[in-house]
Antibody, heavy 120, light 108 residues
Framework: EVQLVESGGGLVKPGGSLRLSCAAS????????MNWVRQAPGKGLEWVSS????????YYADSVKGRFTISRDNAKNSLYLQMNSLRAEDTAVYYC?????????????WGQGTMVTVSS | SSELTQDPAVSVALGQTVRITCQGD??????ASWYQQKPGQAPVLVIY???NRPSGIPDRFSGSSSGNTASLTITGAQAEDEADYYC???????????FGGGTKLTVL
């Protein structure tokens, strides 16, 4: 079964750090670009960051650039998001999502999400 | 950067047809994809590209695009289609992702 499972969320104080992980299974992880998408409580989806299959291309939303770092370990079938200098507005459910391999862009597989709460 | 604009809420009578739209300048260059999200669940891809449905998505879901507007049409809406719908595309640079604000669909 094709699956993405996020972990690492929790409660952190403003200015703190957190590392999210996304474990992939059921497909050749190293062949796909991956993304992080977040959703603040009661709000819409926000694209956060993407990384190409070989980590050659990495992009960030302006709202997290300079604070968050996306990475991957293809040998471990895992995607990561290092989040530093966290702010209250970073409070959200964080989803990892797979890019479709071919054809038009789309996020075809999503994890169940992990909640990050930034509060003192 | 680029923005995608959606109507916040739309309603449709059971069995009728509803169109949900997404507007943005980047849609002149890039296709939109559409996601259905029910409360407490992760989003699910329902339409991508010109008009492509992933396996398992009912054929009552269809997509179209004209100029700066992409549309998701549900023909014969069912009670289970009540959900939030989000469009997604790239920004004008082609490198960053962007989502619309979402449309809450109510099936009456």
């Amino acid at each position: 079964e094709v699956q993405l499972v996020e972990s690492g969320g929790g409660l952190v104080k403003p200015g703190g750090s957190l590392r999210l992980s996304c474990a992939a299974s059921g497909f050749t992880f190293s062949s796909y670009s991956m993304n992080w998408v977040r959703q603040a409580p009661g709000k819409g989806l926000e694209w956060v960051s993407s990384i190409s299959s070989s980590s050659s291309y990495i992009y960030y939303a302006d709202s997290v650039k300079g604070r968050f770092t996306i990475s991957r370990d293809n040998a471990k079938n895992s995607l990561y998001l290092q989040m530093n200098s966290l702010r209250a507005e970073d409070t959200a459910v964080y989803y990892c999502a797979r890019d479709k391999m071919a054809g038009p862009d789309a996020f075809d597989i999503w994890g169940q999400g992990t909640m990050v709460t930034v509060s003192s | 950067s680029s923005e995608l604009t959606q109507d916040p809420a739309v309603s449709v009578a059971l069995g009728q047809t509803v169109r949900i739209t997404c507007q943005g300048d980047s849609l002149r260059s890039y296709y939109a994809s559409w996601y259905q999200q029910k409360p407490g669940q992760a989003p699910v891809l329902v339409i991508y590209g010109k008009n492509n449905r992933p396996s398992g998505i009912p054929d009552r879901f269809s997509g179209s695009s004209s100029g700066n507007t992409a549309s998701l049409t549900i023909t014969g809406a069912q009670a289970e289609d009540e959900a939030d719908y989000y469009c997604n595309s790239r920004d004008s640079s082609g490198n960053l992702g962007v989502f619309g604000g979402g449309t809450k669909l109510t099936v009456l």
